[in-house]
């Protein structure tokens, strides 16, 4: 087992975990959302990121494709929170454009993890 395999592989999984969390409730009550962890589940995205970018495997370019999508979604979400939140109330509309743009980050991390799986099953011992 190698450990760099199973760090990379803890990151993937925990950026789509932390942005299940942040999803998960009603869209529009953003009581329901907290906002530090969008900021975590943003910070280990990018750290995915990163780390994608030595992957030379088959799914390599695909996968940092996908995390480059949801570093994007992440990043506009958190945007749209910090403009949004200039006023003292979300609206239900600028909150659920706000997990909605988070719950598009979701779709792509659920394809990392997925491609991610599929890339370990290949693997040759």
């Known amino acids: 087992m190698s450990t760099e395999r199973v760090l990379f592989a803890f990151v993937i999984v925990l950026a789509l975990t932390l942005n299940a969390g942040f999803i998960t409730g009603d869209m529009a009550d ?3 959302h907290n906002v530090y962890e969008l900021f975590a589940a943003l ?32 990043i506009a979400a958190a945007v749209a ?35 991610l799986i599929i890339e370990m099953a290949n693997l040759r011992r």
Request: no cysteine; hydrophobic share 55%; charged share 10%.
């Open 43 to 74: 910070v280990v995205s990018l750290v995915a990121t990163v780390m994608k970018f030595g992957d030379r495997s088959p799914l390599g370019s695909t996968m940092l494709a996908t995390s480059l999508v949801a570093d994007l979604q992440l």
């Open 30 to 32: 953003i009581r329901h």
């Open 81 to 115: 929170w910090g403009i949004y939140g200039q006023a003292d109330v979300l609206t239900a509309h600028q909150s659920v454009t706000v997990v909605s743009l988070a719950v598009g980050a979701g779709v792509a991390n659920v394809v990392s993890v997925v491609m």
